[in-house]
T-cell receptor, first 109, second 117 residues
Framework: DAKTTQPTSMDCAEGRAANLPCNHS???????VYWYRQIHSQGPQYIIH???NNETNEMASLIITEDRKSSTLILPHATLRDTAVYYC??????????FGPGTSLSVIP | GAVVSQHPSWVICKSGTSVKIECRSL??????MFWYRQFPKQSLMLMAT?????????EQGVEKDKFLINHASLTLSTLTVTSAHPEDSSFYIC?????????????FGPGTRLTVL
């Protein structure tokens, strides 16, 4: 799997958009970009995934650059409940999910 | 999204005993499930891949005789920690692969907190 690089931690003001970057410069053409988050002492929660096109669901938006070497997860209106560790994972379909250290997002009142 | 459950959510046991953790996919059939372990302030570490009807595949450094995995049905995988010791105390998390969405998304259970005294 391609390796990903994420900032160790980020802060975001409550109500503002949280933009979490991820670099995956060695991504292969058949690898998807997945985002999960883990709230303290819970199992990881699936957020969103994409291949080439930007994606949006009820939780977040995923913006993938045209060269696919990086992506950004956007939480449009962050709340205190969005405080968590966010993991960007690149994998081919049917492959296991391997977690890196992720980004610890703190939403501040 | 798809739902994966784990039981128990927490367990405390004495050193030397065995503990079984169940992982169930509630609304889909999962031919493949995964077991992870997480120590405090660390990321999740994959332990093994559990395949329905066949032997599990263990990651390097994980003792297969200590962590017994059984995937007897398409909705249930179990992890048994045999002869548990305090160093086995950890947060154990399972996930199940849902093939029905085309891109093979993995969904995770809520985790089981194991404390070995």
């Amino acid at each position: 799997d391609a390796k990903t690089t994420q900032p160790t931690s980020m802060d975001c003001a409550e109500g503002r958009a949280a933009n979490l970057p991820c670099n995956h410069s060695t991504i292969s053409g058949n690898e998807y970009v997945y985002w999960y988050r883990q709230i303290h002492s819970q199992g990881p929660q699936y957020i969103i995934h994409g291949l080439k096109n930007n994606e949006t669901n009820e939780m977040a938006s995923l913006i993938i650059t045209e060269d696919r070497k990086s992506s950004t997860l956007i939480l449009p209106h962050a709340t205190l409940r969005d405080t968590a560790v966010y993991y960007c994972i690149v994998r081919v379909s049917y492959d296991k999910v391997i977690f890196g250290p992720g980004t610890s997002l703190s939403v501040i009142p | 999204g798809a739902v994966v459950s784990q039981h128990p959510s927490w367990v405390i046991c004495k050193s030397g005993t065995s503990v079984k953790i169940e992982c169930r996919s509630l609304d889909f059939q999962a031919t493949t499930m995964f077991w992870y372990r997480q120590f405090p302030k660390q990321s999740l570490m994959l332990m093994a891949t559990s395949n329905e009807g066949s032997k599990a595949t263990y990651e390097q450094g994980v003792e297969k005789d200590k962590f017994l995995i059984n995937h007897a049905s398409l909705t249930l995988s179990t992890l048994t920690v045999t002869s548990a010791h305090p160093e086995d105390s950890s947060f154990y998390i399972c996930s199940a692969r849902d093939p029905g969405l085309g891109t093979d998304t993995q969904y995770f259970g809520p985790g089981t907190r194991l404390t070995v005294l």
